[in-house]
Nanobody, 113 residues
């Protein structure tokens, strides 16, 4: 059974940093594209970043320069390092394997003073 499990969400203050993890089981993601999305209640899920199978990266303009996606092949995981967080980054964050459309259940990030 394929599972993507996100973790690391928390309540942080504006300007702080946070790192999210997406750990896969039942599937090797070390050479697969992985994406992160986020979604607020009542809003559409928003794409924010992608790492390709060759470790190329792409970012939504709203997070460019603040968020970094990276892969750990030994842990079969992908990470999202977020810095200079803003209240508008408050969302549930999901990782996604786009080829077979696997999704995790999400992890809540709240940015508030």
């Amino acid at each position: 059974q394929v599972q993507l499990v996100e973790s690391g969400g928390a309540l942080v203050r504006p300007g702080e940093s946070l790192s999210l993890s997406c750990v896969a089981s039942g599937i090797n993601i070390y050479s697969r594209a992985i994406q992160w999305y986020r979604q607020a209640p009542g809003k559409q899920r928003e794409w924010i970043t992608l790492i390709t199978g060759n470790d190329g990266t792409n970012y939504h303009d709203s997070v460019k320069g603040r968020f970094t996606i990276a892969r750990d092949r030994y842990k079969n995981a992908v990470y999202l390092q977020m810095s200079n967080l803003k209240p508008e980054d408050t969302d549930v964050y999901y990782c996604n394997e786009p080829e077979e459309q696997h999704w995790g259940r999400g992890t809540q990030v709240t940015v508030s003073s």
